[in-house]
């Protein structure tokens, strides 16, 4: 199975919670060596799917301009600061807007396109 998006996280103790006192708790390196894993295998997956929107449109909502003719979003499937990013470039952009982007390239987690 290949999910979108995850959101992982290696256990800690937390404090006044059952499982914090169970004995025979993972050790770090046991616990990290399955974040890494897991984050690999999801970087694959989501590159994969990042380049398959490649020739696509996306509704994107630009956030902020990055520098001179570039600027960031999200497509509507995007959360703030926990998803990629959407690299615009276009002429007459405006902030807080949500404008029609032709994806033309990608990376793991992120997009680049153009207004459409």
């Keep these: 199975m290949e999910i979108d998006r995850i959101g992982c996280f290696t256990y800690s103790r937390e ?12 050790p770090d390196r ?9 984050m690999r295998a999801q970087k694959r997956i989501s590159g994969k799917k990042m380049d398959s929107l490649i020739g696509t449109t996306l509704r ?3 956030e902020e301009q990055a520098d001179e003719g ?5 497509t509507e499937f995007d959360a703030p600061e926990v998803d990629g990013i959407f690299y615009l470039t276009g002429e007459g952009i ?5 404008v029609r982007a032709r994806v033309t390239d990608s990376a793991e987690y992120d997009l680049f396109g153009v207004l459409a």
Excluded: S
């Design 15 to 26: 404090d006044d919670t059952a499982a914090a006192g169970l004995p025979d708790q993972v």
């Design 30 to 38: 046991i616990k990290k060596a399955r974040f890494d894993g897991i």
């Design 60 to 62: 994107v909502i630009v």
């Design 70 to 74: 570039t600027w960031l979003g999200r």
């Design 94 to 98: 405006v902030i807080n807007t949500i």
